[in-house]
């Protein structure tokens, strides 16, 4: 059983089971080291192009890194932000890596859907809160979205946060509706199985 006092997804994934370590010797085409979910999307990108000789190692349980403790939020882009991308990478090689990563916010729903993996999704966009007094920086971001990648953040001004959101705490906010969450520990548990 893995271990749940870890936090909320541990405590709450369906799946606990622990596999039982690799033993002996092992010849294999691919190996993957770590079961996240880099390693369990490599597996699976391999055996959905028909590559099937591969061994994913872990060397706690699968999902014991980031891949099991984080927002479970799904959207594109990166985590260094646009205006970084932009400034390293030039327009077009940061417009594709761009797109690439919301290609694959699609391709999450697909395998989702094909593979009916419980997982909680809610499926219905992602708010990006602004808890301070200003919405410049808001603002250009969402411009900076638009002019170079062609995505569309829709801005919420104060009192449309207050609809949807019962806190005093957010001014404003940026709505991307092509976003979802779920729970990451059961997606890559789910996906680790097959
Ligand atoms: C608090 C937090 C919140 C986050 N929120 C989000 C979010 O909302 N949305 C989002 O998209 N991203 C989020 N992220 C980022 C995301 O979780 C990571 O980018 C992603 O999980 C990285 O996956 P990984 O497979 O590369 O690494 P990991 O999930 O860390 O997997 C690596 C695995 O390799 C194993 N390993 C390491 N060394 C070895 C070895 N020598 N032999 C065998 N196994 C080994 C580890 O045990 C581990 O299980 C968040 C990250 C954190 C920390």
């Not at 089971?17 to 597996?43: M, Q």
């Not at 971001?141 to 609809?163: N, P, S, T, V």
Request: with cysteine.
């Amino acid at each position: 059983m893995i271990a749940e006092d870890h936090n909320y997804y541990h405590a709450t994934v369906r799946d606990k089971a622990i596999y039982n370590p690799l033993a002996g010797r092992v010849d294999t085409k691919v190996c993957i080291v770590g079961g996240g979910f880099a390693g369990a999307n490599t597996a699976l990108g391999l055996a959905e192009r028909g590559v099937r000789d591969v061994v994913l190692l872990e060397s706690h349980y699968i999902g014991r890194g980031a891949s099991g403790r984080n927002g479970g939020f799904v959207f594109g882009g990166f985590s260094l932000g646009e205006e970084t991308l932009l400034a390293e990478l030039g327009a077009d090689k940061a417009r594709a890596l761009y797109v690439g990563t919301v290609a694959s916010v699609e391709l999450i729903r697909e395998r989702i859907a094909r593979h009916a993996i419980e997982c909680s999704m809610e499926d219905s966009g992602v708010i990006l809160a602004n808890w301070f007094r200003n919405d410049a920086a808001m603002l250009r971001r969402q411009r900076i979205l638009k002019d170079a990648f062609g995505i569309e953040w829709e801005y919420l001004d104060r009192a449309r946060m207050r609809e949807r959101i019962h806190s005093e705490r957010y001014y404003s906010g940026l709505f991307e509706p092509n976003a979802l969450h779920f729970h990451p520990l059961d997606y890559l548990r789910y996906r680790a199985r097959r």
